[in-house]
């Protein structure tokens, strides 16, 4: 199992409020919108072509960023993956994790980005670097 490219096709971003007050729930969700079987004549093989759409949204009404694109992917149940796709329109779960995982990284990743560039608060939290705490010190008696 190897996804073994990735492009974006679509990068659309808005944002629909000028101030931000109170609480802001940003959410993301990944959705495969179809899975076919692609030829990749540079590497003389066949692959899976999925094709997503992941939306991340700020909520009340604030902004929504959505990204599409195309993954490609190659493995030993490529043909299985694609006969359940097309029986129930699912991929299956150990194809899905994998394949949900690499979008998360790749999507958020852009998709904070073009959050900086709206002025919307970034999809994920991004660790801090705080002062150090001013030592206390105690004098010995002896």
């Given at each position: 199992?190897?996804?073994?490219?990735?492009?974006f096709?679509?990068?659309?971003?808005?944002?629909?409020?000028?101030?931000?007050?109170?609480?802001?729930?940003?959410?993301?969700t990944?959705?495969?919108?179809?899975?076919?079987?692609?030829?990749?004549?540079?590497?003389?093989?066949?692959?899976?072509?999925?094709?997503?759409?992941?939306i991340?949204?700020?909520?009340?009404?604030?902004?929504?960023?959505?990204?599409?694109g195309?993954?490609?992917?190659?493995?030993?149940?490529?043909?299985?993956?694609?006969?359940?796709?097309?029986?129930?329109?699912?991929?299956?779960?150990?194809?899905?994790?994998?394949?949900l995982?690499?979008?998360?990284?790749?999507?958020?990743?852009?998709?904070?980005?073009?959050?900086?560039?709206?002025?919307?608060?970034?999809?994920?939290?991004?660790?801090?670097?705080?002062?150090?705490?001013?030592?206390?010190?105690?004098?010995?008696?002896?």
């Open positions: 199992m190897t996804i073994i490219g990735f492009k096709t679509t990068v659309e971003g808005k944002r629909e409020k000028d101030a931000i007050k109170g609480e802001v729930k940003v959410s993301s990944p959705t495969i919108t179809e899975v076919k079987e692609a030829d990749l004549q540079q590497i003389d093989k066949k692959a899976l072509s999925l094709r997503f759409e992941f991340t949204a700020y909520e009340p009404d604030i902004g929504v960023i959505k990204v599409g195309e993954v490609f992917y190659i493995g030993d149940n490529s043909a299985n993956v694609l006969k359940q796709w097309k029986t129930k329109k699912m991929l299956p779960e150990e194809v899905g994790v994998e394949i995982n690499y979008l998360f990284r790749r999507c958020l990743l852009k998709i904070s980005a073009i959050a900086e560039d709206l002025q919307l608060p970034p999809p994920i939290g991004f660790p801090r670097v705080k002062p150090k705490e001013p030592a206390t010190q105690t004098a010995y008696v002896g």
